[in-house]
């Protein structure tokens, strides 16, 4: 057998998932009796989050390229406030208008993808751009909070998913099925298809080593404008299918929503070990990124007495966590030389 | 065109803002031919190199490569690549992050059937290519675990995989050691009997007669002419880049040693340390007096200059400057007394890129005067004048940014810096370290000079030879230690001996 050789990188990995499953047994521990410990309660934790799951798996790709996207948030509401008007106002086809959301996150993507590749300008400044814009366009579309009631988008938010194993009997006596929702299968093949792009494309390794040393990936030939333009169209398209997912949750348009989403994101991208400098990440780590960030607000939901405020103080303490272990880490393998 | 002949270039121009870099500079390479392209720092070498990868646009002349019909333009390294013209740098271009294998197949990976990448075969192929080789590589590791001469390595293997027929190496050796340098000259020979033609450019005149069959010298951007190998011994080479008769580097130095006098005593340094880079010393050096540091490098040469300069702060001892104790915490209170460092590493603690020479010159000057007093213009431009004259900087204005200047025109743009503050005592740490050797034996009869007006100097150098011909005294330092100080009987032998260790030095 091949001795695998652990490196700082799937070190960080491993400590997040350690981390995760440490934060998750203490939840069962404590709050046993609320439920913690039924599957429905984990599975819980990817309905909620599985549009954040798509937008992280997004902001990870950027960050490996050494970028940043905060427009997401805005774009998510933007999509949503579509997806509602277009149904609600405009009576349109459900399907054409989540097509439509699609075909806007491209574009929108290649946009800023343009500005921060070809006209090298910073992407921190050129999504900001981009944040303030899709925010504003929500309002201009409609500043009121509409609601859904098309038959098939309610039916689709509604499908439940059975899962065969795991059933419990509540309290009255009635067997409890766990399921999960459509928006959960969707993150989950994002994910894993993000995660295959990643590691067996060219694209997916050119984003590494764009982020690793971009001048080395131009003189070894690598088109780094074409990379990065990718990286942002790929970012706002995911974010836009975690539009959809986010929008079958909430069923409502609102200027409002999503707003701090892009944070909640790259804080996941953060915790799973993506360096913000770019050139180390994966998505399976952004992955129990977004699900320790759900972790947290579960358990102080869960202790119903906590204000939903220390669940920002929990991440934040994580996030310093984290960013001080890899530069201890990047200490240690300088002093190594 | 010749048989044999695989890339030519003809009349080739480029100008850079107010300097012509090239003009009408020819090369030919041929099949299996290692071919040195020399000249001193400036001569054109990098540009003409950056003009075939199509870093750099020419303005005229012609490129013809073999198997490709009509004039060749690259517009970038990849196109450059797909013709069969490969590049390594002196800095490694690859990817710290990526693992080894990635690092050779990066951009070219070996696809299965689906069109993913076959990372079973890729490191497969991989392996195969460092066990050519001989590199004790593992090829799944991450490239950063490894030191830069294997980097360097990794670089060359991945540019000969690529099936050139040209492989330009542009300053391989310099972070290379003796042993490696030679397997690099194995992997070298091997590809010559390939059929690959290779440039070798370099500093070092005894790598190019180890290895190359052809020399092309350039000089001031024109080309001086060709030849086969042993038509041009080392002095005429020499001649010919400097485009000058070589006068005897040797003959330099006067002969007569000056002698003395404890009264003459400028810097008296006693037990002096910083804990984990250098162990206590003293050191005495007198006016007018060129005092050497040598050891190998990590030896601690750079760090004692830097304890009594106030770099890194002094933890134990005194140190006296003309008989007085004072304490030096920082630069500026060495500066005050009339101290000037000249740091090893110019780029990133000498030069500051994106000022002008002129900026670059009164740096120092104004950092004692203080940010309050501001230097007048016309004084800064006389003083910048007067420093460009004097040292023969080559530049198209004294307001040039000194990025824009070779290597060794940026050190005497340092040097002129220090020199303006009319130090007494001047640190050079390795101040001739790839620099042509025109500007080194300026430099090093500056350094002669400023010892003649009185001055005392501290010069660090690898070169013994060079120490040889400047210093007076020279300290030997043996791992972070001062082990012994040669006054007399000064000769590379002698040095050699006390580096080492074991052999008697004149304590």
């Known amino acids: 057998m091949k001795k695998i050789k652990i490196n700082s990188n799937t070190l960080l990995l491993l400590i997040t998932i350690a981390l995760f499953v440490v934060m998750y047994a203490v939840g069962c521990i404590l709050y046993s009796d609320k439920g913690f410990t039924n599957l429905q309660t984990f599975l819980n934790l990817l309905i909620n989050n599985a549009g954040l799951l798509c937008v992280a798996c997004g902001m990870t790709c950027v960050m490996l390229t050494g970028g940043i996207d905060i427009s997401v948030g805005s774009l998510i509401a933007l999509d949503c406030m579509l997806l509602a008007v277009g149904m609600e106002r405009w009576n349109q086809n459900p399907i054409l208008l989540c097509i439509l959301v699609l075909a806007v996150g491209v574009v929108f993507g290649l946009v800023q993808g343009f500005c921060v590749g070809y006209l090298k300008i910073q992407p921190f400044i050129v999504t900001m751009a981009g944040m303030f814009f899709a925010r504003g366009m929500t309002a201009v579309i409609c500043t009121d909070q509409v609601s859904i009631s098309n038959k098939f988008f309610v039916s689709l938010a509604q499908m439940k998913i059975s899962i065969p194993f795991g059933a419990v009997t509540n309290r009255r006596g009635v067997l409890q099925i766990p399921f999960i929702r459509i928006t959960v299968v969707i993150a989950l093949v994002v994910l894993v298809l993000v995660f295959l792009m990643l590691r067996y494309t060219k694209f997916g390794r050119s984003l590494y080593a764009v982020g690793g040393n971009e001048s080395s990936a131009v003189m070894m030939g690598l088109d780094v404008k074409r990379t990065k333009l990718k990286a942002y169209v790929l970012s706002s398209f995911l974010c836009s299918i975690g539009g959809i997912c986010f929008c079958l949750n909430t069923m409502s348009g609102n200027v409002q929503q999503a707003k701090g989403l892009e944070m909640d994101a790259i804080a996941s991208a953060v915790i799973g070990g993506t360096l913000l400098t770019g050139g180390v990440g994966n998505v399976i780590g952004s992955f129990f990124g977004v699900l320790i960030n759900g972790t947290i607000s579960t358990l102080v939901k869960t202790n119903g007495k906590l204000l939903s405020s220390w669940s920002s103080i929990a991440v934040a303490a994580l996030l310093c966590f984290f960013i001080v272990l890899q530069s201890v880490f990047a200490k240690i393998k300088d002093s190594k030389k | ?507």
């Open chain 2, 1 to 507: 065109m010749d048989n044999n002949v695989i890339l030519t270039m003809r009349g080739i121009s480029m100008t850079f803002p107010g300097v012509k870099a090239l003009d009408n500079v020819d090369f030919t390479l041929r099949r299996g031919e290692i071919h040195a392209l020399m000249g001193e720092n400036g001569a054109g070498k990098s540009t003409l190199i950056k003009c075939l990868t199509g870093i750099n646009a020419f303005e005229a002349g012609e490129i013809h490569v073999e198997g490709i019909q009509g004039a060749v333009v690259n517009h970038s390294t990849l196109d450059a690549q797909k013709k069969g013209i490969s590049t390594v740098y002196q800095e490694i271009n690859l990817c710290p992050n990526l693992s080894v294998a990635e690092n050779l197949f990066i951009g070219r990976e070996p696809k299965n059937k689906l069109g993913f990448i076959n990372w079973r075969e890729m490191i497969k192929r991989s392996e195969k290519i460092m066990k050519d080789l001989d590199m004790p590589v593992d090829v799944t590791q991450n490239l950063e675990e490894y030191s830069l001469a294997l980097q360097q390595m990794i670089a060359i293997a991945r540019a000969v995989d690529m099936d050139c027929k040209v492989l330009i190496l542009d300053e391989p050796t310099s972070s290379l050691d003796d042993s490696e340098v030679e397997k690099l000259f194995k992997l070298m020979n091997q590809l010559k009997a390939k059929g690959v033609g290779i440039v070798f450019v370099t500093h070092f005149l005894e790598q190019v007669y180890t290895v190359c069959d052809r020399i092309t010298v350039l000089r001031n951007g024109q080309l001086v002419g060709e030849y086969p190998i042993a038509d041009l011994p080392r002095v005429k080479l020499v001649a010919a880049m400097m485009g000058k008769d070589f006068d005897d580097l040797a003959s330099i130095k006067s002969e007569e040693a000056p002698v003395f006098t404890d009264e003459d005593i400028l810097i008296d340094a006693k037990g002096m340390s910083h804990k984990g880079t250098i162990k206590p010393f003293d050191l005495q050096i007198h006016k007018g007096e060129v005092v050497g540091l040598t050891g190998l490098l990590g030896s601690g040469r750079s760090e004692l200059a830097r304890v009594i300069y106030g770099a890194d702060k002094n933890q134990t001892g005194v140190l006296k400057v003309n008989g007085k104790e004072i304490k030096v915490n920082a630069p500026i209170d060495a500066m005050n007394l009339g101290m000037g460092l000249l740091p090893d590493d110019r780029k990133a603690e000498g030069i500051i890129g994106d000022l002008s020479v002129r900026e670059n010159i009164i740096l120092a000057m104004q950092a004692k005067r203080g940010v309050f007093r501001l230097l007048p213009m016309s004084k800064q431009i006389e003083i910048a004048d007067e420093y460009i004259k004097l040292l023969q900087i080559k530049t198209a204005s004294r307001e040039t940014l000194i990025c824009q200047l070779s290597g060794g025109n940026q050190q005497k743009v340092i040097l002129a810096r220090w020199l303006a503050t009319n130090p007494d005592f001047l640190i050079l740490d390795e101040p001739t370290r790839g620099i042509d050797i025109g500007t080194k034996t300026e430099i090093q009869k500056l350094v002669l000079k400023l010892a003649g007006e009185g001055k005392s100097l501290i010069f660090i150098s690898s070169e013994i030879e060079e120490m040889l011909r400047t210093c007076t005294k020279l300290a030997v330092l043996r791992d972070g230690e001062k082990v012994g100080e040669i006054t007399e009987s000064l000769s590379q032998e002698t040095v050699m001996k006390a580096i080492a260790g074991g052999g008697d030095t004149n304590e």
